[in-house]
Nanobody, 126 residues
Framework: QVRLVESGGGLVQAGGSLRLACAAS????????VGWFRQALGKEREFVAAIGWRNSGTSTRYADSVKGRFTISRDNAKNTLSLEMNSLKPADTAVYYC?????????????????WGQGTQVTVSS
């Protein structure tokens, strides 16, 4: 497994932006599928975005609810993953988790991911 540590969460007004970061250690990062999930209070954890091995826009997937507003990227040289979040809405309020999967495809279900960070809180006020 790989160790993942998220940062960058906080409180922002609706329409604002935040950038989340995830630092990976303990295993070769560049051959893992990495992604972001979120869990709102009282709800199940849900997929947000994921990216394939290479930092290529052709190997990304997004939840419909964040398409056009969020952008996922990775820097394999620095073992980091980022999530740029724009036009934030109160519905985006949740704990955001970074996750990694030893998989060949860009997968979107929580069961496919075997390494998780501790999460970072994002709160969007109306």
């Amino acid at each position: 497994q790989v160790r993942l540590v998220e940062s960058g969460g906080g409180l922002v007004q609706a329409g604002g932006s935040l950038r989340l970061a995830c630092a990976a250690s303990g295993r070769t990062f560049d051959h893992l599928i990495v992604g972001w999930f979120r869990q709102a209070l009282g709800k199940e954890r849900e997929f947000v975005a994921a990216i394939g091995w290479r930092n290529s826009g052709t190997s990304t997937r997004y939840a419909d609810s964040v398409k056009g507003r969020f952008t996922i990227s990775r820097d394999n040289a620095k073992n980091t993953l980022s999530l740029e979040m724009n036009s934030l809405k109160p519905a985006d309020t949740a704990v955001y988790y970074c996750a990694a999967a030893a998989h060949t495809n860009v997968v979107v279900t929580t069961s496919e991911y075997d390494s998780w960070g501790q999460g970072t809180q994002v709160t969007v006020s109306s």
